[in-house]
């Protein structure tokens, strides 16, 4: 009997959360802040170091927003982003994130901090004079920190800006060159619905 009792008591509880969580999807465009120093060689024999300011970016996915209290707010998605790196050779990286923050309301704004992690199932290089970085110069995963702010139109309907702070770096092991580092760093600014 007590078995029972503790089943219907954790449905009950399940279906009153379920009832709180909100699903939704979001998508915007940003800027690729790539941290990067690679030496030249790395494309074509050459020794310079190629240092570049942003590109552009995009991304879009879905989202599942939990709620922890009245204000506090779980935020677990997943999102297709793509990042630019350029320089001499350009390539761009395809990525399946998984960003996990928690938010905080106050009154409709919601600043948020978390994490997130990385998947490069691809890389796109763009070939011309020079070589670009291709699948094998990436490695696969990435991982970081993210910074934000939401703003809620609604219930439904919001606008966010997101910083994301790559922390692992993206270049495979070369033992010519051991400090060279390729990070991610994108401001992306988007727009939200709830369902």
Known sequence: MKKIIT?????ALTATATA??????????????MSKDVHDDRYEGQ???????????????FFVEIPASEKLLLDLGAMYTNYSTIGKGKTMLHRID???????????L???VGGYVSYIPGV???????????????EKFDYGALFGLEYNFNEKLFIE?????????LLT??????????RTRSILIGVGYRF
């Not at 020794?47 to 996915?61: A, I």
């Not at 800006?161 to 770096?169: D, E, K, P, Q, V």
């Not at 092991?173 to 390729?182: A, I, Q, T």
């Open 7 to 11: 089943i219907i008591a954790l449905i």
């Open 20 to 33: 709180q969580v909100k699903f939704g999807v979001h998508a915007g465009a940003g800027i690729g802040l």
């Open 47 to 61: 020794n310079k170091t190629d240092k570049e300011p942003f590109s552009t970016s995009s991304y879009g996915g």
């Open 98 to 108: 998984v960003p996990l923050a928690i938010k905080y309301d106050i009154s409709g």
């Open 110 to 112: 919601r600043p948020k």
């Open 124 to 138: 796109t290089s763009f070939e011309n004079k020079y070589r670009s970085l291709t699948r094998k110069d990436i």
């Open 161 to 169: 800006t997101n910083f994301y702070l790559g922390l692992a770096n």
């Open 173 to 182: 092991k070369d033992p010519r060159h051991s400090s060279d580092y390729l």
